[in-house]
């Protein structure tokens, strides 16, 4: 029978129990006597930046405390914030909305909101991709804006709305132009008209509105009377802007409207 030194029996324990310890999960919540150690223990693991164990403690939480339990907001609060930085912002985005929606009394619920948000918005990178996550991201904020009104953050969401608007406008602005460009103006103004309805506090509204002075006025076209009706809307909405004053003069400089006769009584 071969022998094996001390030295190999050693080194085959220390192997052994490292394959061990590997076979292990790294984390267990179960191995927790309650609710309390468990959350303080995931948090430990969030402020040690392993959020793949703060996500299985959390989640684990939210799964096991009841209804009233004061820890269940936190632990939705912690878990979002786990996945948002393992940037898994689709269920950072749920975890955040399931907060404010079961807890809308609680003091993280508006914060929960925006977040919630935020990781939406974070999913549209692209404004000529489609804009659904665009559009949930502008219902937390609307939801905000309704539910807190007088709270500071209401300005936040605001922004972040206008700011997705502002995407949203530019997309369908660029589709305008792109009909222009292949002369197909009817199809460009339908575009224009479009940001000046649905986005009529953004930027790119201004500019909607000239393309359409400037499309109208086309010889193709000539809708005279529309470019005027126009023009008035420029000038209301942006007086004392260059741009405007230079496609909109008024005066004898203005772009001569067609008169439209008049009959005179007892004439045919």
Known sequence: MM????KVRAALLVATFVAGAACRPAFQPRSYASSTLLYNASLAEYNKKKYDNAVTGFERLTLDLSA????LPLAHWWLAHSHEMK?????????YARLAESFPDDSLAPMALLLAGQSYAALW???????TYGDLAQIQFRQL??????LPIRKQADSASLSIDERKAAKDYGTGMQYTRRGAYESSLIYFKDVVKN????????????????VYRRPQLKYIPEAAETCVTLRAAYAGDPAVAALCPTGPAAPAV????????GLR
């Open 3 to 6: 022998r094996v030194s001390a």
């Open 68 to 71: 009233r339990d004061t820890l």
């Open 87 to 95: 940037l898994e912002h689709l269920l950072a985005a749920a975890s």
């Open 125 to 131: 990178r692209r404004p000529d991709l489609d804009a």
């Open 145 to 150: 804006a309704a539910i807190y009104p007088d």
């Open 199 to 214: 986005y009529p506090n953004t930027k790119v509204a201004r500019d909607a509105l000239m393309e359409m002075v400037i």
């Open 258 to 265: 067609p008169a439209v006769p008049v009959k005179k009584p």
